[in-house]
């Protein structure tokens, strides 16, 4: 397995077309605005070899018969999925920002869902994950096409999705862009899914394949964030650690058939795409409870500061907000406690409660935002820079009025994690990441069964005989 170290010298090999700031980089590990989130995705790789976390980062694989890092490995056990969400809460929580491999890592399994019965394309698949274990690669999970009119299937704006426009006796071309892709400018290999179940007439739209992400026609372009100028400098908030969204875009990409896992399966399709929400909604409940769990610190930090965490109603927020962290994550527990054996040989996750407990990321954490932001007080809005405080002129006098230096980097944080660059990756991704609330709120009416409870309420107002516990509890 790589190092961490391994892995940030093997970003240098790629041949990566990134823009940024409307300049193409020439090194994008080394640019301000990058680095933090090659650092994050760099933590990935330091703890499968660090032995207080081994356990949690690495998973025995079958595939190639040794350990790999958990980031590529199928959940060959129901204790997979929850070691899977431990794991992401120790990133989240060590890093304070997206680590960025979840969308490959519930991808690659989705895949294994999908492709299972087909046996072409699960020998492809098959195949390809091999070497991405072999290799411990990286994965952009590309599912999010650009989407135009929603109100529009893809055939009529084709533009706006990512589709097969030809295919030869070796492969097919594929053109189009996904958008708001983490982490792609740090991944080795794109993995393109359907960003969405496609119908009859929509065959061109249904492809799941792979590539380098130096392929030739692909290109990335790096996503604005606020407060992004920051990184690398004092006022960053986070010191070290960033999260990343790049739109990619494929212009007429040639991908090799033993790189193409599904095309124009409609139905193959629908199961990636099902079984994908499905696993990236409890995702949630590991990762962003990691994050809440700096916030919480950060808030607690300032209010130590500030001399009034012993005040009950500060104690009763810093409670509260913990309360909601832990119920997002004792959701993502339950879907994947409950979840159950495919026949491919994968669990998959409860999607009752992989759905509410994304459908609950959707809110809770801006309650605790808020929350925090009370604690913190008008400071983490209007504070002067670092840079200020330590000046050798006004640092006396600023220090004095704004207090300490740890005070201060304590409100970044703050800042930074409510509406700074590490918002969002945090609170715009708990609001869209996976999907939007209305996202979950259609396979929660979908997938509960209403009849079954109207079964039972019919029952116990005596309108039906129960058959379920019979008369004999009334003799
Ligand atoms: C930080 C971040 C990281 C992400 N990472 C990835 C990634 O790594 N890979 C990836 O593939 N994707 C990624 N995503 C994409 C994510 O899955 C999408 O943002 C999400 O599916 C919502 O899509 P959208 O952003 O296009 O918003 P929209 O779908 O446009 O939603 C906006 C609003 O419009 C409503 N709406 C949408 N369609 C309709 C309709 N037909 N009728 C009525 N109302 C509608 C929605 O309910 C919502 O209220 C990421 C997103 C974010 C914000």
Redesign the pocket.
């Given at each position: 397995m790589r190092t961490a170290e391994a892995y940030v010298e093997s970003l240098r090999a790629r041949k990566l077309r990134l823009f940024v700031d409307g300049e193409l980089c020439d090194s994008p590990v080394d640019h301000p605005k990058v680095r933090p989130a090659v650092n994050a995705v760099a933590a990935t790789y330091a703890l499968a070899h660090d032995p207080a976390h081994r356990a949690l980062a690495t998973s025995h694989s079958g595939l190639i018969g040794r350990p790999v890092n958990r980031f590529t490995a199928l959940f060959r056990e129901r204790e997979d999925l929850l070691r899977k969400l431990e794991f992401q809460r120790v990133l989240g929580r060590l890093t304070g920002t997206c680590f960025q491999r979840c969308?490959g890592l519930d991808g690659l399994n989705a895949l294994w869902v999908a492709t299972h019965g087909r046996p072409e394309a699960r020998s492809r698949f098959d195949a390809w994950l091999r070497g991405v274990q072999e290799r411990d690669e990286m994965l952009n999970?590309?599912?999010?096409d650009a989407?135009g009119d929603?109100?529009k299937r893809p055939p009529e704006q084709p533009d706006h999705y990512v589709r097969v426009v030809e295919r030869r006796a070796d492969g097919v071309v594929i053109r189009g862009a996904?958008i708001?892709?983490?982490g792609a400018a740090n991944a080795h290999q794109i993995l393109v899914m359907p960003?969405q179940a496609l119908r009859e007439g929509e065959e061109d739209f249904a492809i799941a394949c792979a590539m380098p992400v130096d392929a030739p026609g692909v290109t990335m372009v790096l996503g604005r964030q606020p407060s992004d100028d920051r990184r690398g400098g004092p006022d960053a908030g986070n010191a070290r650690f960033g999260g990343q969204?790049c739109v990619v875009l494929f212009d007429d990409v040639f991908v090799p058939n033993d790189l193409v896992f599904l095309d124009g399966d409609l139905e193959a399709c629908s199961t990636l795409v099902n079984t994908f929400a499905g696993y990236h909604r409890a995702s949630y409940g590991g990762c962003k409870p990691g994050n809440l769990d700096v916030l919480i610190g950060a808030a607690d930090l300032v209010t130590r500061e500030n001399g009034v965490r012993k005040a009950s109603h500060v104690r009763d927020k810093l409670v509260q907000m913990a309360h909601l962290t832990e119920t997002i994550h004792g959701l993502g527990v339950g879907a994947s406690a409950k979840g159950t054996l495919h026949p491919s040989g994968v669990w998959v996750v409860d999607p009752i409660l992989a759905n509410v407990c994304k459908h609950h990321v959707t809110s809770l954490p801006y309650e605790i935002v808020r929350l925090a932001e009370d604690l913190a007080g008008g400071a983490m809005a209007t504070l002067p820079s670092i840079a200020d405080l330590d000046h050798p002129e006004l640092g006396d006098a600023l220090r004095t009025v704004a207090g300490t230096e740890e005070r201060a980097k304590a409100l970044r944080l703050v800042e930074s994690l409510t509406y700074g660059a590490g918002s969002?990756?945090f609170r715009?991704?708990c609001m869209?990441?996976?999907?939007?609330?209305?996202?979950q709120r259609v396979v929660l009416e979908r997938t509960i069964d209403w009849d079954a409870k109207v079964k039972r309420a019919r029952v116990l107002a005596g309108i039906d005989t129960d058959h379920e516990l019979g008369d004999e509890l009334d003799a």
């Open positions: 969308v999970g590309a599912m999010t989407k929603r109100s996904k708001h892709q983490t960003g969204e969002v990756p715009i991704e869209h990441g996976a999907g939007s609330p209305q996202a």
